[in-house]
């Protein structure tokens, strides 16, 4: 398992399962502030702003891998994420063994 905003499409293109965790900006900004604090307004802003910068720039830009799973998470706790993920993973295994 390994995580990083261009593993899937630089370092591991041909990865068996990559699976693209995705929230709302506004849920990100809400789990931001949970753990750092500051002004909602503020951390929107500066998630949007490197939202903008990762998925503009120039040399590996934040992007899906065209082959991967896209998993909202948004609203949902870090055990369901982690039930989902472990559920997809099984069901890549097991199509994988047949």
Known sequence: VMEGR???TVVLPDA???IFLWATL???ARRRQ????????EVLEAIRKR???DSTRALAPLRPAP????????GKSPD?????VLRLVEERRARLAR
Do not use: N
Request: aromatic share 6%; net charge negative.
């Open 6 to 8: 261009d593993i899937g």
């Open 16 to 18: 068996e399962l990559k």
């Open 26 to 28: 506004e849920e990100r």
């Open 34 to 41: 949970r753990e750092q604090g500051g002004s909602f307004e």
């Open 51 to 53: 939202d903008e910068r």
């Open 67 to 74: 082959d991967a799973v896209f998993l909202d998470t948004t």
């Open 80 to 84: 369901e994420v982690l039930c989902l």
